[in-house]
T-cell receptor
């Protein structure tokens, strides 16, 4: 079965330090991977996606993600965290079966301390 | 959230009532989706539609119904048959519904059953 795992419910980081939010996936066929961010009581905002090509994907707000096929991972990174980055982050993989959907992880709450 | 509107923002329902959540998009997207978000569970697909007058069930369609009479509109009805409807409901759209398509989300509707 296709799935996404976000092993950390919460990540704490000090402002100015680098941040990593982890994601691993299991999918048959080629993976199409996405990262979204959600602020309280808001919809999801698209950050970046991996379809094919360069393993390092750059996205919005200074975020980037590294696709690692051998480790089936797609970790989200940022060189220098901001307090305003504090939010809930979701990793998702496109279902390669008949259902046209995104399969979401359970989310990781990022808390950036000033 | 730009381009996709959901209304109302908050909705309260009494037991036994049907309620309809509105979703409109002005992005000229063919595909539209409804997801349900519960704390700690990520997002789960309720229904999706890739073209006007056609829609398919997602993973948790029981107790819900949809229609797609216009390209820009995809309303969701939560019926009295849905046993636990209290949740945050998110509508999304994408250009064609293809595997590499990005889904863009609306701001959400929070439904509470009294």
């Amino acid at each position: 079965a296709q799935s996404v795992a976000q092993p950390e419910d919460q990540v704490n980081v000090a402002e100015g330090n680098p941040l990593t939010v982890k994601c691993t996936y299991s999918v048959s066929g080629n993976p199409y991977l996405f990262w979204y961010v959600q602020y309280p009581n808001r919809g999801l905002q698209f950050l970046l996606k991996y379809i094919t090509g360069d393993n390092l994907v750059k996205g919005s707000y200074g975020f980037e993600a590294e696709f690692n096929k051998s480790q089936t991972s797609f970790h989200l990174k940022k060189p220098s965290a901001l307090v305003s980055d504090s939010a809930l982050y979701f990793c998702a993989v496109r279902d390669n079966g008949a259902t046209n959907k995104l399969i979401f992880g359970t989310g990781t709450l990022l808390a950036v301390q000033p | 959230d730009g381009g996709i509107t959901q209304s109302p923002k908050y909705l309260f329902r009494k037991e036994g009532q049907n309620v309809t959540l509105s979703c409109e998009q002005n992005l000229n997207h063919d595909a539209m989706y409804w997801y349900r978000q519960d704390p700690g569970q990520g997002l789960r697909l309720i229904y999706y539609s890739q073209i006007v007058n056609d829609f398919q069930k997602g993973d948790i369609a029981e107790g819900y119904s949809v229609s797609r009479e216009k390209k820009e509109s995809f309303p969701l009805t939560v019926t009295s048959a849905q046993k636990n409807p209290t949740a945050f409901y998110l509508c999304a759209s994408s250009s064609t519904g293809g595997f590499g398509d990005t889904q863009y989300f609306g701001p959400g509707t929070r439904l509470t059953v009294l």
